[in-house]
């Protein structure tokens, strides 16, 4: 799934593609995947207008067009192609903006579990899905007294509560246990149990370890021709997520593999304490 960093690497493959580009025509092969229009008020409202800007919020790509925002959530398996207009239509792709250089933004999705939000700028932020979003880590209000308050009457495990994206925005599995491994903390360990001074830890380790991983899917933009994935880039550069039985890079112990609130979470039983 492709979480915070991988959308930021969509975000800025996408972004010189088709910025001041117009769209043409807006074709919906899958319309459920619209959440707030019909597949035909859709098109009306996008036909003529202009990308001016990609932006993201957490892993929601935001799509600018002068008075109106399309919220982009690519959830499990969503993935952007620019193709020719003239280009076949593959089995999963549900929806294509056609552009007005010959070339369309085509949205592919497997699993169908994406979602697009089209709203006016003046409702952007007071209705879902953007209304109840925590504070993301790079934001200069994200640290140790705003996670204190946030996890205060938290009596979930550590793990889910970083999951959380009314509290963390963008921080997903994988980084979840990456973040929690860098600050020596369980994932089973209490939320309102954690001091102040581990509370910086884990503000300080979501930072180095989303940096590093935007930094890693920045690198490899290069590699990129027509099309825009966004699978498994990282995996090599993981610490302990699906690193079952292997060694810790710190202690040698290998890495565990437990359930924590449903989710499979990673990690050194010996460098992160439950105390
Ligand atoms: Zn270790």
Do not use: W
Not at 116 to 136: A, C, H, I, V
Not at 156 to 176: E, R, S, W
Not at 264 to 272: A, D, E, I, L, R
Request: net charge positive.
């Amino acid at each position: 799934m492709p979480e915070l960093p991988e959308v930021e690497t969509v975000r800025r493959t996408l972004e010189p593609r088709i910025k001041n580009k117009k769209i043409d025509s807006v074709s919906v092969y899958y319309a459920p995947l619209i959440k707030t229009h019909t597949a035909q008020e859709f098109n009306q409202i996008l036909v003529g207008r202009t990308v001016q800007s990609i932006d993201r919020i957490g892993k929601y790509l935001l799509f600018n067009f002068e008075e109106y925002t399309l919220i982009s959530h690519l959830r499990m398996e969503g993935k952007y192609y620019i193709k020719p207009l003239d280009s076949t239509i593959s089995k999963h792709e549900h929806l294509r903006f056609n552009l007005n250089d010959g070339t369309c933004l085509a949205y592919n999705d497997v699993r169908k579990f994406g979602t697009f939000d089209l709203k006016l700028n003046t409702e952007l932020y007071q209705t879902l899905p953007l209304s109840k979003l925590g504070l993301e880590p790079f934001n200069p209000a994200f640290d140790e007294y705003y996670l204190k308050q946030k996890f205060m009457h938290k009596k979930q495990a550590i793990k889910p509560a970083l999951l959380d994206q009314t509290i963390v925005l963008g921080l997903g599995n994988i980084y979840v246990d990456e973040v929690l491994f860098c600050a020596k903390l369980h994932p089973e360990k209490k939320a309102h149990t954690i001091g102040l001074k581990r509370l910086k830890n884990i503000v300080q380790c979501s930072q180095v370890v989303l940096h590093k991983a935007i930094d890693l899917g920045g690198s490899s933009i290069r590699t990129y021709t027509d099309s825009l994935g966004v699978t498994g880039r990282f995996q090599n550069q993981l610490n302990v997520h699906m690193q079952l039985g292997k060694p810790c890079p710190l202690c040698d112990t290998p890495i565990m593999k437990i359930k924590v609130s449903g989710r499979g979470t990673y990690y050194c039983k010996k460098c992160q304490s439950k105390r």
